[in-house]
Every structure is written in structure tokens, then in C-alpha cells.
């Protein structure tokens, strides 16, 4: 088991409050052109054998590989999904990421904040009347403030995968990064089922700890309407091997294989935003709080 000590802020934790102005949305007029990246073609993204920022991700992606077990998972759930820790508003959550540049993504290198409303705006050209879709687009990621209460990147950012189980062959850098992970050699944890019965659905399956299963539980914790598509998106956005790859399906149900096409549906647009056209922030916060005030209102617990 990985043990490290945890460290968050204060619940007074300082925070720029940001007012939204009522109105027609004058946003419209400073939304990027997201629906073509003319800079970087599609087979481009997510290049994990080369580039410049390679070595960064490989070390992450080896740190996460190693320390993410079934008691490590089951560690920080206790610690982290009971919101105890600070209250902040979504607005101040999601400019907090100013702060953070994700160690895990080969495509991008500035402040993750950016690629929120890159994501938010590519999802609201494409379907403009679901709005709730665009807010999914904008707070996605914004479970990744634990790297901002001294959580390693490694235990909040990157590809997702389930614990417990055999770890299969489409995870990211899945041949030399795992060799030091105990549940690799326990006989419990490293066969196809492991821990799990045949389609018992991903709602039971342990996730590798990080921003997805986090906000999922913040959301739901704090009785925010998003609908059942959206929160299913922000839990398995992440989760790769499954929406891109095809594996673990021996471990879903119904359910799963209903929800699968919104969560590629959203894929999309969090992978294929990520330019470096960057979005008139302040000019599109007004709208975007109008939907924050709209599906999880006020002052939030965390």
C-alpha cells in the first residue's frame, strides 16, 4: 500500500469572486472558431511514444502505475469523497486551474482553465440548445484542484483504468510501468474478473483515483441537477481503455453500454479542442455562470 500524507487548504480558502452580469449573452461575439484545429491533424493528439513533453507524461503515467492499488483507491475515497475538506463556488473552482498545467497530457502545456472553456465552447457550437452539456464541457476537470491541495498529479490526473482486476493491454504505456505495482503480482487482483462478477456494471468497479470519480462525487454530494448522461460523462471521461478501446466490457451492464455513446460523444470534444487558439475568458464567463447558477448553485462543499 502507498501511504502519503494529505494536505488541503483551510475552508477560508482564498478565491476570486467573479459576477455574472445579466443580459443578453454577449459571449457570442468571443467564442473561437473550435469546430477545426488547422494546426494539428486528428491522429496527431494524445502521442504517447514522442514529443517534447514525453518524459514528463511517461513519469507521471509510471508514478500512477505503481501507487494506484485497490488499497490505495479505497484510501482516498475515505478521504476525499465525504467533502469535508473546503467550500468554493464552481466558478472560483474552475479559475483555480489558472494554477495547473496537467503532467499527464502530450498534447497541451498551458493552464488547464483554457482547455475548460475550449472544451465547453466546442461542445455548444455542435449542440447549442443542451445547455447542460456545455456546463459538463466547462467543470469536467475541475476535480483536478486536489493537485492544488498538495494531491500528486499522479493520483489526480491522466487516463483512468479499474483496480482489482487485470490491467489490459490498451492503458497507456501499459508494458513498462507497472512492474512495481503489488496488485500486479497478487493473485486476487490480476485475473480478467479479479474482484468483480461478470457485467456487474462500472457503478461497482473500483476506479483508479483521480478528477473524474472526485468531481462525480462532489456533484452528486452536493445535489447538483446535472442529468444522469452528463455526471456519467465527468465519471468515465477518462477512462480510455473502455470508450476508445473496447475493453473491460466483460465488466458492464446495461446500464454502461446505454451511457457508453454520450461519454465518446463528449471524448471529442475534450480531446480534439485542445488548441492553442485560446477563449476570450472573461467575456464568456456570464454565460457560463448562468448555467452554473442553473445546475449546482452557491457555495459548494468539496
Not at 472560483?92 to 475550449?118: C, K, R, T
Not at 512495481?180 to 468497479?205: Q, W
Amino acid at each position: 500500500m502507498c501511504v502519503f500524507s494529505i494536505f488541503v487548504k483551510p475552508e477560508n480558502v482564498s478565491s476570486s469572486l467573479y459576477l455574472c452580469s445579466q443580459g443578453p449573452d454577449p459571449s457570442l461575439a468571443y467564442r473561437p472558431n473550435l469546430k477545426t484545429n488547422e494546426t494539428k491533424e486528428k491522429e496527431g493528439y494524445r502521442n504517447f511514444e514522442s514529443g517534447d513533453l514525453i518524459d514528463r507524461v511517461f513519469n507521471t503515467y509510471k508514478l500512477m502505475h505503481t501507487h494506484q492499488t485497490v488499497d490505495f483507491v479505497n484510501q482516498m475515497n475515505s478521504v476525499w469523497t465525504g467533502c469535508s475538506h473546503t467550500k468554493l463556488g464552481m466558478m472560483d473552482a474552475i479559475m483555480s486551474l489558472d494554477q495547473l498545467v496537467d503532467e499527464s497530457d502530450p498534447d497541451v502545456d498551458f493552464p488547464n482553465s483554457y482547455h475548460a472553456f475550449q472544451t465547453a465552447e466546442g461542445i455548444r457550437q455542435a449542440h447549442p440548445d443542451n445547455d447542460w452539456f456545455h456546463l459538463v464541457g466547462l467543470i469536467h476537470d475541475v476535480g483536478k484542484t486536489m493537485a492544488l491541495w498538495d494531491v500528486p498529479q499522479w493520483a489526480v490526473v491522466g487516463d483512468t483504468f479499474p483496480v482489482g482486476c487485470q490491467y489490459q493491454n490498451s492503458i497507456v504505456f501499459r508494458d513498462n510501468s507497472f512492474m512495481d505495482n503489488p496488485d500486479e503480482k497478487n493473485s486476487r487482483y490480476n485475473t480478467e474478473f479479479g474482484i468483480y462478477e461478470p457485467n456487474c456494471g462500472l457503478d461497482k468497479v473500483h476506479m483508479s483515483w483521480g478528477h473524474d470519480e472526485y468531481l462525480y462525487r462532489v456533484l452528486r454530494f452536493n445535489n447538483c441537477s446535472i442529468p444522469e448522461e452528463g455526471l456519467y460523462m465527468i465519471r468515465f471521461h477518462s477512462f480510455y481503455p473502455w470508450h476508445s478501446h473496447g475493453d473491460y466490457m466483460h465488466l458492464c451492464n446495461e446500464k454502461d453500454l446505454r451511457l457508453l455513446p454520450w461519454v465518446q460523444e463528449f471524448n471529442k470534444f475534450d480531446l480534439y479542442t485542445k488548441t492553442t487558439e485560446l477563449p476570450d475568458v472573461d467575456k464568456l464567463k456570464p454565460y457560463y455562470q448562468s448555467l452554473i447558477d442553473k445546475y449546482c448553485p452557491g457555495i459548494l462543499k468539496w
